[in-house]
Nanobody, 119 residues
Framework: QVQLVESGGGLVQPGGSLRLSCTAS????????VGWYRQAPEKQRELVAA???????DYADSVKGRFTISRDNAKNTAYLQMNSLKPEDTAVYYC?????????????WGQGTQVTVSS
């Protein structure tokens, strides 16, 4: 069974930083693309950052220049470094790992971790 475990969320003041971690078990992590999503209260879940199995990255415009996604396949872990945090970054952040063999997509999700940015 594939399981993703997230950590690193918490309360931080505006302008502060957090690093989220997502560690996978039960699969060969290197073959998966990884995305970090977030969902604020009464808002749609949105993709924040993504990294392919080859290491290519992409970011939502709202976080570009502030957030960095990375992965360490030897540790089966993906990271989201969040700098210059703003109150509007407050949300539950979810790690997603996905793979599409034979044109069928498989998605695995972490439990979510709360990030609150407030003074």
């Amino acid at each position: 069974q594939v399981q993703l475990v997230e950590s690193g969320g918490g309360l931080v003041q505006p302008g502060g930083s957090l690093r989220l971690s997502c560690t996978a078990s039960g699969t060969i992590f290197s073959g998966y693309a990884v995305g970090w999503y977030r969902q604020a209260p009464e808002k749609q879940r949105e993709l924040v950052a993504a990294i392919t199995s080859g290491g290519s990255t992409d970011y939502a415009d709202s976080v570009k220049g502030r957030f960095t996604i990375s992965r360490d396949n030897a540790k089966n872990t993906a990271y989201l470094q969040m700098n210059s945090l703003k109150p509007e970054d407050t949300a539950v952040y979810y790690c997603n790992a996905n793979i599409t063999p034979w044109a069928k997509r498989y998605d695995y999700w972490g439990q979510g971790t709360q990030v609150t940015v407030s003074s």
